[in-house]
Each structure stands twice: as structure tokens, then as C-alpha cells.
């Protein structure tokens, strides 16, 4: 066969239209590394700023997490000794990175910890800079890499399997682990780590989840002298009560239980707690209500100083008036009840005052049980063997006399201060053969 040679036409100033390289052999591409061409960092516009506390407890580490929320919102857990920040939005509040390293500073050793602190475009490589020791503070993407590069591998904390099998490969360090090609190192080593190289280096950005503190009240005051009257002692609440309703107001919460702790020179501290039917707002009302149990307390002793706290705070959604009054063409009662039910266990205490709900069981003695009040629905289960509710059991008896009376018969008809006339079949109920309770009955409706 001839050869052929093919030669390309002249465009129309007298070049040829193919490229300059057309006739050189062009080098095989090497295979992509695990930094490929994408740009380092995470988000754009964010800075991270990483803790690296070693040593920490948990309950100091949630305690520097509280602590921290003043300097962002974006405050996030890397337990079991991390802490991340994302300042990029704060660093105008303290002249840049310098004050807010200080400030940070600052405050760790107020709390007695001594953290290093590093910054990075990437939440997750400013940690790690933090883990390796390395103070580092990386305000440009394109430099993060460079930066990491010399960081050791074992401050990813990845298993000690991993790194014993990089280290034979002369795999140390991070940067060389960016070396490797991309493919080969998540067969070899694995998929995980190689998601974990891609969010440190910006590859992919990263979900954090945000640190939110757990919403409690706790006001203490001093008193100028021992105080033993009770309405001397609700007076020296009122500006803890105060406190309390700026407090609820700003998050739109209510509290189902107050606790009001006295405390006293030679005994132990006295506990005044008060439980809501329904979430509340109204110091006022709580205010009332605290002083209900104060009233009936014996102090064994002067107090000393007095102390408000409401741990349990709920989303609080105030309810609309009805157009009728409790009472008037159907009108509701509930908050009245509440009320009632709040006052009741106030003045005679929680154990006396009780509330009743229904059980989906066949015999009306077990048809119901007592709860703590108010009633809270589903807060018992169904009572062992038995079926589901039917509808015939709304038509059952709840009050059941201790035994049963015997009822007259004249003319055939039933009589209890006068004839009674039946007006529906009558209802066996045969069961609680498993339990002891065996029972047999008919049930008639009489009027």
C-alpha cells in the first residue's frame, strides 16, 4: 500500500489551520493526584478557627463550647478534645485574626485550659494544624496545601493499621499523601480516607452540625439578712421573677417547673418546687403560685440567700380567647382548668391532687388509672391482655360500687326509686381468665 500524506489546506492568510504542536508526540498524561485542579478551601468566604485542647473533660469542653458562642454562632464539637469556630464574620469585631487569637486565648485560660489555635479556609484542616501543634493561620485557599503539606499523617487520627501501612510505602506526611494517585490510594487504602484528604483540603466542603447550649434559668441573689417570713422572702424574688420574664420573652419559651432553692447557715438547702399544668409565662401567676408553697413550708432555719431556676423550658405558643365565656354555649374551660389544677397542687401539694385516664380494657374497674396531674395522653400504655378500645366501652360504667346491690322486681321490671325500663340488649363481658380477675357479667342500660 502507498503511503499517504496529508497536508493541510492554507487558510486565507496563508497559515495552516492546524496547531503549531500538530506534528510532535504528545507526552501520556500522568494520572490525576488526589489535589487534582481544584481549588483549596472550604466555603467561600469562611474561616474556621481550630482548638486542640488536650486533656479536656467533656463537661469543660460543652463549658469553653458556651463560652464560645460569644465570639459566633457557628460554634461546632470535635470531641473528644476539639473545638471549631467560624469567625470569618467576627474578625471585624476584634481587629482580625491577631485579636480574635487573643481574645480566644483569653478565654481558654480564664478557664484553665491551654489550647492551640489554628486558622484555616477548611474547618477540618484548621484541627488538624491544631492536632500537629502547628499555630498555623492560612487566610488564603490557595495556600492551605502548601501549608499542610509538612503535617505529620498521624494528626488525622486515622486507624494505627492505615499508618503502619502508608509508613512502609514512606508515606509521613500529609503532603506525600497528596502525592499519591487517586484511584490507587482508595483501593489501597480506602474511600474514607481518601473523603477525608478531599474535605481537609477543600476539595469538598464539609457539614458540621452546630453546637446549641441546652436553654436553662438560674438567677441567685444574696440577701442583706436571714430572712424566715415567707412574704419578706417572695419579696426578695421579685427581681429573680423579673429576670425570669426578660428571659422567657427573649426566646419565646415557657417553664412546666419552677424550683426555688433557700439557703441556710447550718442546715441543708431547702427545695420549693412548683409544677405547671400548661406552659407559662406570667411571672405573676408563677409568683402566686411559688408563694402558695412558701406558705406552707417550715424553714428550719433563717435563709441566707435564695435561688430561681427553671431547667425544663418548652416552645411557648400563646392560644387564642374564645368568643363564649367557660360555661356559655359550650365555651372551653381549659385554661381555667389549669389554673385550678396549678392552684390545687399548690396549696394542698402534688401527691393529693391526681388526674384520671382512660385504659382500652373490657372491665370497667380497669378501665382506668390515676395519673400525676395534669393527665398526660399516652403517658400510660394499655393494661396487659387487653383488647382495644371498643365502642361500647364509652357506654360502661367508670364508678363501680364496692359490691353489688341487689335490685328489687315487682311485675318482672327492675326498680330503684321507681321502675326502670331497659333500653338496650344486654352486654356480656367474659374475661381476665389469665390474671385472677376472672369476671362474667351482663350489662343493661336502664332508664
Known sequence: MRPHVLRAAPDKAGQSALPADAGRVQPRAAPPSITGRHAAGGRAGELWAGLHLPGINPQKLQQLAVCAQRFTPRVSLAPPDGLLLEVQGSLHLFAGVAGLRCALGSECLRLQVQPVLAFAPAALAALVAARAGKPLTVMDPAQLIGQLAPLPLASLRWPPDTLARLARMGVRTIGAALRLPRAGFARRVGREQL??????????????????????????RELDCELENHALLLAALAPLFADLGAFLRARQCGVVELECRLTHRHVPTTRCVVRLA??????????????????????????????LRADA?????????????PGEHGGSAGNEACGLIERLCARL????????????????????????????????????????????????????????????VRDGLPRRRGPLRLVSEPERIETGW????????????AV
Open 349 to 408: 401539694g402534688s401527691e393529693a391532687v391526681h388526674g384520671l385516664t382512660g385504659l382500652p380494657a373490657h372491665r370497667p374497674e380497669n378501665a382506668w388509672a390515676p395519673t400525676e396531674p395534669p393527665p398526660a395522653a399516652g403517658r400510660h400504655g394499655a393494661h396487659p391482655g387487653c383488647s382495644a378500645q371498643t365502642p361500647a366501652a364509652g357506654r360502661r360504667p367508670l364508678w363501680l360500687l364496692p359490691a353489688p346491690q341487689p335490685l328489687s
Open 278 to 307: 400548661a406552659p407559662a409565662t406570667d411571672v405573676h401567676r408563677l409568683a402566686g403560685l411559688l408563694g402558695e408553697r412558701l406558705s406552707a413550708l417550715d424553714l428550719p432555719e433563717p435563709a441566707r440567700a435564695c435561688e
Open 313 to 325: 423550658l418548652v416552645p411557648y405558643l400563646p392560644g387564642s380567647n374564645a368568643l363564649w365565656q
Open 195 to 220: 473523603a477525608m484528604l478531599d474535605v481537609l483540603t477543600g476539595r469538598i466542603p464539609e457539614a458540621r452540625v452546630t453546637f446549641h447550649a441546652r436553654e436553662r434559668f438560674r438567677r441567685r
Open 434 to 445: 389469665w390474671d385472677g380477675g376472672e369476671i362474667s357479667r351482663d350489662y343493661y342500660t
